[in-house]
């Protein structure tokens, strides 16, 4: 059987100098236990954003992968508040509630573009920032889960991020 779990987002990783905002949909269970954005080991996000960003995140430690977001002006968020979910896929997300990106977006001065991690964090956040006057990126799922697309191909498509640095 598949554990529900009641999850809830992280507190957003920016400051006043992030430039790129990457948002996903919800922490799955390894990130939550770890407390953790992306923490699972098969999860595709720090070798995405590192190729993008030209920083092997991967060969670090979590403290420091943040430090390094945090020095390239890049920030974290999810686009879900709170959640009930059966396992970890975004297909199992129910009765969501989402968090205000709208408000965060005003409170980052510097803020370029935001890029939507995942065709549900792109479906759930897009409309929220629509008005918000900054560049929305649509990107393949880092997540294990999503294995249609080669490591490659995603590589080429989390580049467009380098153009809000």
């Known amino acids: 059987a598949v554990a529900v779990s009641h999850s809830a987002s992280f507190a957003p990783l920016v ?13 799955g269970r390894e990130s939550l236990a770890r407390q953790q954005y992306y923490a ?3 999860n595709q996000f720090w070798a995405l954003v590192g190729a993008a960003i030209g920083t092997d995140f991967v060969a670090l430690a979590y403290p420091d992968r943040v ?3 945090t020095r390239h002006h890049v920030g974290l968020w999810d686009v879900i508040g709170a959640a009930t979910r059966f396992g970890s896929l975004d297909s199992a997300i129910r009765d969501h509630q989402p968090n205000d990106l709208a408000g965060l977006a005003r409170t980052l001065p510097a803020l370029r573009g935001v890029g939507f991690n995942g065709a549900t964090a792109f479906r759930l956040g897009a409309a ?8 929305l990126t649509a990107l393949p799922s880092s997540s294990p889960a999503y294995a249609a697309m080669p490591l490659a191909a995603k590589q080429q498509a989390w580049a467009a991020l380098r153009d809000y640095l």
């Not at 929220?128 to 560049?135: E, F, P, T």
Request: aromatic fraction near 0%; proline fraction near 11%; hydrophobic fraction near 50%.
């Open 67 to 69: 430090a390094a977001l």
């Open 128 to 135: 929220a920032l629509a008005s918000a006057g900054i560049a």
């Open 40 to 42: 699972h080991p098969r």
């Open 15 to 27: 400051d006043p100098q992030t430039r790129l905002l990457i948002v996903g949909s919800l922490p």
